[in-house]
């Protein structure tokens, strides 16, 4: 990653706290992350961790009473101080968004013809033969063969996998820089998931785009990303090279994920999971978040919150990162390791 | 939501087919449905279908009771009650359209304005339906006429206000709903403005709700403006008028001769009764539910 110039996107001290009856909670806790411009990065965590809202907040997308600290700039400009205008401009053409359920995300009542071309006549300004040949176009590209019929028919007439590719195609036809996918594979069977990758796969290629990938399969998101953020109750606590998630990871939650999955290369052994259960960010201690459920927890974990640190070729923030080799990871070279 | 869920029809591929699909389980509905459409085809027409002009007084024949001239008989004055009825559906009818009309219009736009828009002016837009629920549609029109004096445009303007929350409570709350499903803030993120949202795809999805709720009020406005009438302050003589006829009737009823009063007393009754089965059948049509 090239510090030098200006990520497509940053996250730079993020901080979200919700309402929950009465008092303020923080659900997600000063994440510090960049996306590359034509860059991915995959956003991993359990359910709660507040890797959903941490991308919504590109789109200024949160809950109603949210509060946001910190900042998120998308190609330089602060969102969070973003005019009405610019915040549709951002979300008609700067960023899109995948979700994970599609048929909750379209008007049950209208064509998925409606559904494309509205943005572009409304918006744009284009004329509705041009939009609707635009929308046939790309439904084509994300592999759906009949496009005029499917353009005239409306969400219930569509499987999940498809309409997933038509959310696609509508994440495509304002032809963003960046694309936010909120577990889009996760509501799908499996061969649909690897159909519906492939496609945002092949999109991104041909345009460049960069993306978010949120999900909580691990393995997906090291096929697919270029690097790996691991969140954890609100907070990252470690990013890495996807490549070296396997071999380099020293988070003790990152190592737990990795162990709790089964792998078909190693032959059959017991999974494992990790004791006790997620906290949200709003019940973290002073401490790491991870030190009730970590098994190399000691006196400083309670206390003191670890800041990220260098850790090779990622940041770990973690005061005893484990060192590669030390428990059950692939074999690893030795590093120093500065402690926080 | 169970609104997007209407089955389409199943059956044969012919129309007669089809047509018996969709009215299957429906008798109630379609009868009540009918009975509107009649009472307004009789409205409509009543110039080509009244026997009589409904205010031609005929000094001999005074409250006569059914006759082959008369098939429903004679009132006081020796008008042929018949063509009364269906002169009077004229007024009995455009009154509570034009009421319902109002407030539903009103209504919605409040509603989903108010769900829309959300803070102090939806507390404001709330606060005012509370209020003006508190008072039932009658005294309020009496209170108008009280200041305006009697007429049927007073009733209409104040109960149009009467009904406003009746509407507007309802959709509210279902607008609400509507707001915050996915798909309304996926719209957001293609770029659509809010009132693009509001007008092209809230509204529209909340179209069912407000003609149930249309449906049902209509049958409850034309009471209250037939009271209103009955009362004297609403249509006056010699209009004929459903609720003022049944009040010229009712000296009649000791006279032993309760026609006048009997008839649009039991037409007034079967049409809000229509106007009541009609509206539960749709709203079990078109939201899937039970009111």
């Known amino acids: 990653m090239n510090h030098m110039e200006t990520p497509l996107l940053a996250f730079e001290g993020l901080h979200i706290t919700l309402p929950v009856r009465g008092e303020h909670r923080a659900v997600v806790h000063r994440v510090d992350l960049t996306v590359p411009a034509g860059g991915a990065v995959g956003l991993v965590g359990e359910s709660g961790s507040g890797k959903s809202l941490t991308a919504r907040s590109v789109l200024r997308l949160l809950p109603p009473g949210a509060r946001v600290g910190g900042d998120v700039r998308f190609d330089g400009a602060s969102v969070t101080a973003m005019d009405a205008a610019s915040l549709r401009a951002l979300r008609g053409s700067g960023a899109a968004m995948i979700f994970q359920d599609p048929r909750a995300h379209i008007n049950p009542l209208r064509t998925i013809g409606d559904f494309l071309t509205e943005g572009l006549v409304t918006t744009r300004g284009q004329r509705q033969g041009a939009a609707t040949a635009r929308a046939t176009d790309l439904l084509r590209e994300v592999g759906i063969a009949d496009a005029p019929r499917r353009l005239r028919q409306r969400p219930a007439e569509l499987s999940g996998g498809l309409l997933q590719r038509v959310m696609i195609a509508a994440a495509l036809i304002g032809e963003p820089r960046l694309l936010l996918a909120d577990e889009p594979t996760t509501a799908l069977d499996v061969t649909t998931q690897a159909e519906v990758m492939a496609v945002i796969d092949e999109a991104r290629e041909q345009r460049g785009l960069a993306m978010l990938f949120i999900t909580h399969d691990l393995a997906l998101a090291a096929a697919v990303c270029d690097s790996i953020a691991v969140m954890y109750a609100g907070s990252v606590v470690e990013q890495l090279p996807a490549a070296r998630l396997h071999d380099a990871s020293c988070h003790p939650y990152t190592r737990a994920l990795l ?82 | ?181 996915p798909y309304v803030s996926a719209l957001g993120l293609l770029g659509l ?99």
């Open chain 2, 193 to 291: 403005s809010g009132r693009r949202i509001c007008l092209r795809h809230l509204l529209p999805n909340l179209l069912p709700l407000v003609l149930v709720q249309a449906t049902t009020s209509f049958g409850y406005t034309m009471l209250d403006v037939a009271a209103f009438s009955f009362i004297g302050l609403g249509t006056q003589p010699p209009t004929a008028e459903w609720g003022l006829m049944v009040a010229n009737g009712a000296p009649g009823i000791i006279a032993g001769q309760p026609e006048q009063s009997l008839y649009a007393g039991l037409v007034i009754v079967v049409f809000v009764i229509a106007c009541n089965l009609l509206g539960s059948g749709l709203s079990r049509r078109l939201l899937g539910e039970d009111r």
């Open chain 1, 259 to 340: 162990a709790a999955r089964p792998d078909p290369g190693t032959g059959a052994r017991p999974l494992r999971a990790i004791e006790g259960r997620p906290l949200s960010a709003s019940e973290a201690g002073p401490g790491c978040a991870f030190a009730p459920r970590c098994p190399a927890a000691r006196d400083l974990c309670t206390t003191d919150r670890p800041l990220p640190e260098r850790t090779g070729d990622g940041r770990t923030a973690c005061h005893f990162p484990l060192l590669a080799g030390a428990d059950d990871a692939a074999p690893g070279t030795e590093r120093t390791v500065r402690h926080g």
């Open chain 2, 1 to 181: 939501m169970s609104a997007y869920q209407s089955v389409p029809a199943a059956g044969g591929r012919l129309p007669l087919g089809r047509v018996r699909a969709l009215a299957r389980g429906q008798g109630v509905p379609i009868a009540a449905g009918t009975v509107v459409a009649l009472v307004v085809l009789a409205a409509v027409f009543a110039p080509l279908l009244a026997p009589y002009d409904p205010n031609a007084v005929d000094p001999l024949a005074v409250s006569q009771g059914s006759s082959a001239a008369h098939w429903l008989g004679t009132d006081d004055t020796g008008r042929d009650i018949l063509s009364r009825l269906l002169y009077g559906a004229r007024p009995s009818l455009l009154a509570p359209a034009l009421i319902t009309l109002t407030a539903g219009l009103a209504g919605t736009a409040l509603a989903v304005s108010a769900a829309w828009l959300g803070g102090w002016y939806d507390r404001v837009v709330s606060a005012f339906l509370d209020l003006v629920f508190g008072f039932p549609g009658l005294v309020l029109a009496v209170v108008g006429a009280a200041v305006f004096g009697a007429g049927l445009d007073i009733a209409v303007i104040t109960l149009s206000l009467a009904y406003l929350p009746y509407i507007a409570r309802v959709v509210r709350s279902a607008a609400l709903r509507e707001r915050a499903l």
